[in-house]
Every structure is written in C-alpha cells, then in structure tokens.
T-cell receptor, first 113, second 109 residues
Framework: ETGVTQTPRHLVMGMTNKKSLKCEQH?????MYWYKQSAKKPLELMFV???????ENNSVPSRFSPECPNSSHLFLHLHTLQPEDSALYLC????????????FGSGTRLTVV | AQRVTQPEKLLSVFKGAPVELKCNYS??????LFWYVQYSRQRLQLLLR??SRESIKGFTADLNKGETSFHLKKPFAQEEDSAMYYC???????????FGSGTRLQVQP
C-alpha cells in the first residue's frame, strides 16, 4: 500500500493500560510527525523525526513516548493516559528539505476511559 | 513564535457564489504557507502552497506579506468544495507545520 498507513483506526484504552500506535509510510520520505487533533482545537504538533532522529518534542508529557526505528516506521507508545488525551492522533511524512507539504495518514481515534 | 489564525469556524455560501477563506499568520521570518483540505471521511490532504503559485480545483491563494495573510479564494463555489480547510505555516529552518484551527466551508445548492 502506498501513502501513510496508521493502525489501529480506533482504540479504546483504560488509564492504566499500555498501548502503541503505529505509522508506516512507503513514500521514501525522510521526515515523520505525530500530531494531536482534539475537538475545537488546532492540530497540535507532538514530535518530529528526521532520518530516525527526533528533532522536535513539543513539550509533550512523558506518558507519550515516540519511537522511530527506521525512516519508514513511527510509533507512539502510550501509558497511564488521562481522559483528556482522547483525540485523533495523526501521523504525517514529508521529504525534507524539498519544499513540499505533508502526506497524512487517516489517524487513530483514541478514547481513554 | 509562529501562529496561524483562521477567524471563521464556519463559512456558508450558495453554489456559484465567490468564496474567500481567511488566514492570517504571525511570523518574523519568511514563511512557507499552505492550504490543506479534509473532505468528509477522507484524510487531510495538501490543496496548494504559496511557492507553487498554482490554481487547484479553481482555488488560488496569494501570500500578502504586508498584511501577513494567505487567504484562499475561488470565484464560483461548487457543492463538492464543502470540506474543512486548514491554513498552515512552515517557518524557516523548521520541518514542522503550524496549523490554524480550520474553517468549515458549506456550499449549499
């Protein structure tokens, strides 16, 4: 499959659970991103990776832990989340430094109960 | 700091009417500006970017550095234009985009 693929599409987890979100891109891009989209809020940047190296952490709480084992895969490990962390989590990729835009995944709808 | 403001949460027009979705930004350097669109049940996708100076699906956007604006325009709206539109900014030397809160465009028949 081409483009950016995110799994799972939906996730419900308790506050004491540990889960992971996965993102995969087959576009040959070298940069990957996690964004959080909450109701009535702009998309919030969480993490930026370039060639597997984390280049930005936008003051994200430590209960969110990213992992980028290679340029094609990006994970977001979740533990002891709060109900306010319920949101749509979007992954995107881009080719940098080319002046292009992002390619987004469909997102994972996370509900913390 | 960089910020993107889209003052309208909802813009409702009739088919055939002109459309202007407003976007203002705050950034001290030379930004790259983008418009993204999300149609119902589809993923967020790039619509156009200011450096390309292109017209996509009849939409155009001009970067006005004096007014720090990047408004999206279309002379005649179509029903299939109904979607959520996001303006985004990329600062110099940064990879990450800063997004506005989005404007929902409703084109009524």
């Amino acid at each position: 499959e081409t483009g950016v693929t995110q799994t799972p599409r939906h996730l419900v987890m308790g506050m004491t659970n540990k889960k992971s979100l996965k993102c995969e891109q087959h576009l040959g891009h070298n940069a990957m991103y996690w964004y959080k989209q909450s109701a009535k809020k702009p998309l919030e940047l969480m993490f930026v990776y370039n060639f597997k190296e984390q280049t930005e952490n936008n003051s994200v709480p430590s209960r969110f832990s990213p992992e980028c084992p290679n340029s094609s895969h990006l994970f977001l490990h979740l533990h002891t989340l709060q109900p306010e962390d319920s949101a749509l989590y979007l992954c995107a990729s881009s080719q940098d430094p080319a002046p292009g835009g992002y390619t987004f995944g469909s997102g994972t709808r996370l509900t913390v109960v | 700091a960089q910020r993107v403001t889209q003052p309208e949460k909802l813009l409702s027009v009739f088919k055939g009417a002109p459309v202007e979705l407003k976007c203002n930004y705050s950034y001290s350097g030379s930004p790259e500006l983008f418009w993204y669109v999300q149609y119902s049940r589809q993923r967020l996708q790039l619509l156009l970017r200011h450096i390309s100076r292109e017209s996509i699906k009849g939409f155009t956007a001009d970067l006005n550095k004096g007014e720090t604006s990047f408004h999206l325009k279309k002379p005649f709206a179509q029903e299939e234009d109904s979607a959520m539109y996001y303006c985004a900014l990329k600062g110099t030397g940064r990879r990450a985009l800063t997004f506005g809160s989005g404007t929902r465009l409703q084109v009524q028949p």
